[in-house]
């Protein structure tokens, strides 16, 4: 009997949304090869080119454009790409319309759920053999059902098997946060799926569970000083403490322009001051008057960052104590942007553009890189396996 040979190749992806590349870095750590990438804001798209491009893939392709306005033909023989030979396509379609803040009715047509079907005319006109789309849980909800059904009705039409969404937690794959997002994936009919686990069983478990544990937000932070770590022993015992894995310092401003943290007002940096280790709003006196009248809402906000737990959601505000637990552990301010990377799992050279605001932006909006290694690895390894792949 014959032996079939291997086909010796690199495996290619596209990352449609790329922002400041999460996904893309994924990818590329996945052992793929990205061959472009589309990013509409400027600054994320800067930051792109700066890192993915610059320091890790200098062939990859960057579209600064608005993702409406490029020909899914036009861009596919750019890259000289036959329909069906791009192996996966990935992309997280601005989420901001489904996001679970936009309450009572809020963003049911909000003009960028539609880009989620903007997302599938690439996917039309590509024809990978898999796709994978992230987005918040929002997505699930019931009043965007119709954008989910099209979606998946347009999938089905054009070859494509659909697995339902799926709502994976950061913390189960080695990403020190506590983050739930949604991924929708497509697979070519042609091929087989049976030998496919979806999605990729955790790696990481609650203390109870045994096995590898969650990681602690303490690893995105250097050890504290003497005086606050005999605090924390006070608070939290001797023995957690102790067993609390911690991470390098982070490098000043001077060196790192993702060093930085938010100034705050005198009022604000006297209350930081008097909030303790774990602590949040409810441990001071002061009440903003929006939180009198025994309001139980928002608890976390002006709330220090645990270190025993993983960390919270990193948002697009997430260098500003007043959009929930992101104050820095011991010391008297926000966590800085490069903390904020370190949970999101970005390493430390990958340096953010632009002032505050807009590093928070591309932070908050990015996929962890742990998380999208582990999902693209397990679909990589299946593609590989089913279609007799040898990898370069």
Known sequence: ??????????LTVIDLFSGAGGFSLAALNSGLHVLAAIEFDNAAAETYQKNIVEKYSPNTK????????INPKDFRESLDLEKGHLDMLIGGPPCQGFSTHRINGKGIDDPRNKLLLRYFDFVKELKPKIFLVENVPGLLWKRHEKYLKQFNELAEENGYQIFKPIKVNAKDYGVPQNRDRVFIL????????????WPPH???????EGGQTWLSSS????????????????????????SL????????IDLDPSALHMTHTQDL??????????????????????HSNAYKGHKDVYGRIRLAQPGPTITTGCFNPSKGRFLHPWLNHGITIRHAARLQTFPDDFVFTNGITSQGKQVGNAVPVKLGEQLITTLRNFLVDSNKLQIK
């Open 1 to 10: 009997m014959s032996v079939q040979k291997k086909q010796i190749r690199s």
């Open 62 to 69: 960057l579209l600064p454009f608005d993702i409406l306005e």
């Open 186 to 197: 497509g697979v070519s009919k042609s091929i087989d799926i049976r030998h496919l686990t």
């Open 202 to 208: 955790p790696t990481h478990f609650s203390p109870t």
């Open 219 to 242: 690893v995105v932070f250097e050890k504290p000083p003497e005086p606050t770590f005999k605090k924390l022993k006070q608070i939290l015992g001797k023995e957690k403490v102790n």
């Open 245 to 252: 894995v911690f991470g390098q310092p982070t490098l000043g």
């Open 269 to 290: 940096l006297e209350r930081i001051q008097i909030t303790p280790i774990n602590g949040s709003r409810e441990d001071i006196a002061f009440r903003l008057p929006c």
